[in-house]
């Protein structure tokens, strides 16, 4: 795996993602958890970044514990500052008091008590002490993966991480959507900084890369490269990794709906169970409907925002 989510990435990421509608794919994750009746006491996020979802997470009220781990540094250390700022200058955050303990936040008000851990690891090598009744990742993050031994190390850590009524829940980009991503290159230009972005295609290894060269505007600075690559791969393969590292049950979505997943769709959703029958204890097919229906509105709505 190149080295990429430098320092300088880190920095910029949330400025060059901030079309992303973190808030709609916490409306979803909102549903699918009220489908499979899921009320989390214990979160585990993997590769959490910058902690735009992790954020999002507090406001399940269930929730009392919340760790996020990724490999970069830069990146947690982005987080742990932003979680810093906003319990200060956000009015979202204000009811809630800050303590905090190294990489241990406690946020605090007069009914809810809540702790936040950041965890530097490896997300194909990683362990806890504890167990996760929720374990989440977003923003085809499982995607970096691009050894299949490494997927694979990832869910058997999920899997003894994970108690035996928890669900882990995580998105990708679907195989279809890498082969048939466009090349091309352009510049983002920032407040400081330019940032060149090029999209290279591998179709015959289902391997997308992005190669990014970051140049502050500053003539003593010199410019950043890094390159991230992510691989497809077929729902099968997944599945079948899934199941060696003990997961009993899978349902697969095409994203923001409950429509099963296909090779084809753009992003696909995984919730996966340690129990068998852990997914049948669900709102029922009405509900699905309902969710189903009520996401596809909701994405058509995101979507007219960035057309206007
Ligand atoms: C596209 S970003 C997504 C970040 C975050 N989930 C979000 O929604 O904004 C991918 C993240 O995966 C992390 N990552 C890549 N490979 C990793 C690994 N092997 N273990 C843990 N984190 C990893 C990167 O550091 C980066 O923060």
Redesign the pocket.
């Known amino acids: 795996?190149k080295y990429?989510?430098t320092t300088y990435f880190a920095e910029i990421?949330d400025e060059v993602?901030k079309n992303?509608p973190?808030q709609y794919w916490f409306r979803y994750l909102k549903d699918i958890l009220k489908y499979y009746k899921c009320q989390p006491n214990k979160i585990l996020?993997?590769?959490?970044?910058?902690?735009?979802?992790t954020f999002n997470l507090i406001n399940l009220e269930s929730v009392n514990t919340i760790t996020a781990?990724?490999?970069?540094k830069a990146?947690i250390s982005k987080a742990a500052e932003k979680l810093e700022y906003r319990t200060l200058n956000q009015k979202k955050f204000e009811k809630f008091n800050l303590i905090k303990n190294d990489d241990n936040y406690q946020l605090q008000n007069s009914s809810r008590s809540l702790k936040i851990k950041f965890s530097v690891?490896?997300?194909?090598d990683?362990s806890f002490a504890e167990e996760f009744d929720l374990i989440l990742?977003?923003?085809?993050?499982l995607n970096?993966?691009t050894d299949i031994d490494?997927l694979q190390g990832?869910f058997d850590n999920a899997a003894s991480s994970l108690s035996e009524s928890g669900l882990f829940i995580f998105d990708m980009n679907s195989i279809g959507r890498i082969k048939t991503i466009a090349e091309k290159s352009f510049m983002i230009e920032g407040d400081n900084y330019e940032c060149f972005w090029e999209d290279i295609v591998n179709e015959k290894e289902n391997l997308w890369q992005v190669k990014l060269k970051i140049c502050p505007d500053n003539d003593q600075l010199p410019c950043f490269e890094e390159v991230?690559s992510e691989r497809g791969y077929k729902i099968k393969t997944i599945l079948r990794l899934l199941k060696h590292s003990g997961f009993k049950a899978v349902d697969v979505y095409n994203a923001f709906s409950f429509a099963r997943g296909k090779n084809n769709s753009d992003r696909l959703y995984f919730v996966a169970a340690l129990d068998e029958n852990r997914l049948q204890n669900n709102e029922g097919q009405l509900k699905k409907i309902y969710y189903s229906t009520k996401n596809r509105i909701d994405y058509f709505l995101v979507s007219l925002r960035y057309l206007f």
């Open positions: 795996m990429s989510y990421y993602m992303v973190y996020e993997l590769a959490s970044g910058t902690s735009n979802m781990l990724d490999l970069s990146m690891q490896n997300m194909i990683f990742s977003f923003f085809d993050s970096y993966l490494q990832c991230h």
